[in-house]
């Protein structure tokens, strides 16, 4: 371990006898080990003390998880930054900035600051060495064994009842949080039942599955059709 290892490490251990009242042992179990066997890649890191937790965000790591982690290029080109939502959260945390030559103490806009300094160029350098980052952030749906027009009467007999719980339905299949270029919703529909089934595949692997249940109007009276409700309506609902 270096000397400035070392006293990074004992700076840490002031901070945790000074604001810490329980679990003082995260600080030991997780923190300090970490630090130990980092290596100049792994700065800079924001500490966040508690009066019963500690929690290090891994700043350094960030490129190598970006590059190697498609899901991570997603999550950017959707506006998401991986370490801003423990920054909302902080309930009158303590936050520290842990750099090769020492940790000293930052406030909540800074360390949102350092933040941006960290994965906006790490972006920027994967862009231009591979080039565009994806565009299309939303979820394809498939729809099989059923046509355009089925789909469109269906959608019409819900109108027809004051109702969007169909549409609604599809929306948010196609809004779901994009994580893969080879991700779809695929929706099967079955005549006989009049009912759909889903799936999300990612990467050729399934995901979520369920269906998309008709439950009745007012005028034929309430369907269960297999799937209860925790508060029956009409319309379609979907279940998983």
Same mark, same amino acid.
């Given at each position: 371990?270096?000397?400035?290892? /070392?006293? !990074?490490?004992?700076?840490?251990?002031?901070?945790?006898?000074?604001?810490?009242? /329980?679990?003082?042992?995260?600080?030991?179990?997780?923190? +300090?080990?970490?630090?130990?066997?980092?290596?100049?890649?792994?700065?800079?890191?924001? #500490?966040?003390?508690?009066? /019963?937790?500690?929690?290090?965000?891994? @700043?350094?790591?960030?490129?190598?998880?970006? /590059?190697?982690?498609?899901?991570? +290029?997603?999550?950017?080109?959707?506006?998401?930054?991986?370490?801003?939502?423990?920054?909302?959260?902080?309930?009158?945390?303590? @936050?520290?900035?842990?750099? @090769?030559?020492?940790?000293?103490?930052? =406030?909540?806009?800074?360390?949102?600051?350092?933040?941006?300094?960290?994965?906006?160029?790490?972006?920027?350098? #994967?862009?231009?060495?591979?080039?565009? @980052?994806?565009?299309?952030?939303?979820?394809?749906?498939?729809?099989?064994?059923?046509?355009?027009?089925?789909?469109?009467?269906?959608? +019409?007999?819900?109108?027809?009842?004051?109702?969007?719980?169909? !549409?609604?339905?599809? +929306?948010?299949?196609?809004?779901?949080?994009?994580?893969?270029?080879?991700?779809? !919703?695929?929706?099967?529909?079955?005549?006989?039942?009049?009912?759909?089934?889903?799936?999300?595949?990612?990467?050729?692997?399934?995901?979520?599955?369920?269906?998309?249940?008709?439950?009745? #109007?007012?005028? =034929?009276?309430?369907?269960?059709?297999?799937?209860?409700?925790?508060?029956?309506?009409?319309? #379609?609902?979907?279940?998983?």
């Amino acid at each position: 371990m270096t000397p400035n290892i /070392s006293k !990074i490490i004992q700076t840490m251990s002031n901070i945790v006898a000074d604001v810490m009242t /329980s679990f003082q042992s995260d600080f030991e179990n997780f923190d +300090r080990p970490y630090i130990e066997n980092a290596d100049s890649s792994k700065f800079p890191m924001i #500490w966040i003390v508690g009066k /019963s937790h500690t929690h290090l965000l891994n @700043l350094g790591e960030y490129e190598e998880h970006f /590059s190697e982690n498609e899901v991570a +290029r997603f999550v950017y080109v959707q506006g998401g930054n991986p370490f801003l939502s423990f920054l909302d959260a902080l309930g009158g945390d303590h @936050l520290f900035l842990i750099e @090769l030559d020492g940790v000293r103490e930052i =406030t909540e806009k800074q360390a949102r600051e350092v933040c941006r300094d960290i994965v906006i160029p790490v972006a920027e350098k #994967w862009i231009k060495e591979n080039g565009p @980052l994806p565009t299309k952030v939303q979820v394809p749906v498939k729809f099989f064994n059923i046509t355009l027009s089925k789909i469109k009467e269906l959608i +019409r007999e819900c109108e027809a009842h004051n109702d969007n719980s169909l !549409i609604e339905i599809f +929306r948010r299949f196609h809004n779901y949080r994009r994580v893969a270029k080879d991700q779809y !919703i695929q929706i099967s529909y079955n005549p006989g039942y009049n009912e759909f089934t889903f799936c999300e595949y990612t990467d050729e692997k399934q995901g979520l599955v369920g269906g998309i249940i008709f439950h009745g #109007w007012p005028e =034929t009276g309430y369907m269960v059709n297999g799937s209860y409700q925790m508060e029956p309506t009409y319309g #379609w609902s979907s279940h998983t």
